[in-house]
């Protein structure tokens, strides 16, 4: 398995460029970082102790920045889970061909038939192969939500409280009836 990329951290400051530049403003500044120029009163309100006027900043000057949740952070932890879904995946179709090579190897007589139906009324490995692999397919589809998910709360999430982990909550799409998120229905 590749080692994934380190996600970008999250900026404490930023320095404010000269005029032309992609920090010269408040706004500027708010959607580059915050992917919303209109929040560029929080950066102003972070900084009331060297900013007077938000009109009043200077090239060179360093403004903190009030950010909990960093979008590119979540698009990059999103990029990850869609590499390991597809390494998970290829480690699942190889163990699926070891799994059936042991299941060959008691072949189709009687000793064959009692190992793979099982006897006496006992689970034998195909039950216990298919419940195997229906773990695998739902472990699979919760790593092929995860990228959507966090893609929706970098889209949504400005910080990190109560009311913004409603809002994006009540964004995910409830899981359909008969597809559990997680399991079997019941357990």
Not at 5 to 10: A, H, K, L, N, Y
Not at 28 to 35: K, R, V
Not at 90 to 119: M, P, S, Y
Request: hydrophobic share 40%; net charge negative; no cysteine.
């Amino acid at each position: 398995m590749t080692a994934p990329p380190e996600p970008p951290q999250r900026p404490e400051s930023v320095t404010v460029s000269p005029p032309g530049g992609t920090y010269d403003t408040l706004w500027h500044i708010a959607e580059e970082l915050f992917e919303d120029g209109s929040l560029w009163p929080r950066i102003y309100a972070a900084n009331r102790d060297v900013l007077d006027d938000p009109d009043a900043i200077r090239p060179g000057m360093t403004l903190r920045l009030p950010m909990e949740i960093y979008p590119d952070h979540l698009r990059s932890v999103a990029h990850v889970f869609e590499v390991e879904k597809g390494e998970l995946a290829a480690a699942v179709r190889q163990a699926a061909e070891e799994l059936n090579g042991i299941g060959d190897f008691w072949g189709g007589g009687k000793l064959g038939t009692d190992f793979f139906k099982g006897q006496g009324g006992g689970t034998g490995y195909e039950a216990v192969s298919g419940r195997v692999m229906e773990g695998v397919e739902a472990l699979l589809e919760a790593h092929e939500d995860v990228p959507v998910r966090l893609r929706l709360m970098a889209d949504r999430v400005q910080v990190a409280d109560w009311d913004s982990v409603a809002a994006v909550l009540s964004t995910i799409p409830e899981p359909e009836e008969d597809r559990p998120v997680w399991g079997e229905p019941g357990r």
